[in-house]
């Protein structure tokens, strides 16, 4: 009779175990999900950690010393490269955006009129830089570490010459 107790008891924690696996075996499947979400998460947090910085460094950009910091910035890019560039002449400016961005009051429209004279607030600062180079590739070299920074919304080459034994003068826009 003890043998068949044991039996009995073997058997039902034999059972019991069983349950207990496929228990596990559910949590694990139901888990999976929020793992997965977990990763995604963690990726996407790096990803806001670097939008951060460079909100950060855009910040950065708006006190009261930003030519100077934009300056070492092109600094940089010039250094990054390979070819040589000199900056010769580094120039602030205000540009508005176009025309068909901007809120108008022509033809009866709903905007009022404030509107318009509020538009100024959504111009946009523009870099020039002009300078040396030893080719045309530094000077594609340079545009693309420009570009790379995610500082500036545009970068434009606006003109190319021959200058003095095997240089190049550039004319580089930047908007930010």
């Known amino acids: 009779m003890a043998v068949v107790g044991v039996a009995g008891a073997w058997t039902w924690a034999r059972h019991e175990l069983s349950q207990q696996r496929r228990i596990v075996e559910d949590l694990e499947q139901q888990g999976r999900p929020i793992a997965d979400l977990q990763a995604e998460n963690c990726e996407l947090q790096l990803h806001l950690d670097e939008i951060d910085g460079r909100q950060s460094l855009l910040s950065a950009l708006d006190q009261s010393h ?18 040589r560039i000199q900056i010769q002449r580094l120039k602030f400016t205000r540009e508005s955006p176009p025309q068909n961005d901007r809120p108008t009051t022509a033809n009866n429209s709903s905007v009022p009129k404030d509107a318009t004279a509020q538009a100024s607030r959504f111009d946009r600062m523009a870099l020039e830089l002009d300078g040396l180079a ?11 570490a420009l570009r790379r920074t995610n500082v500036f919304r545009r970068v434009e080459l606006k003109s190319t010459s021959e200058h003095k ?3 190049q003068r550039f004319d580089i826009h930047c908007v930010f």
């Open 66 to 83: 930003h030519p100077v910091r934009l300056l070492g910035l092109a600094t940089k890019c010039s250094r990054m490269e390979t070819g």
């Open 134 to 144: 030893d080719g045309d590739v530094t000077i594609t070299q340079f545009i693309l």
């Open 165 to 167: 034994s095997d240089a």
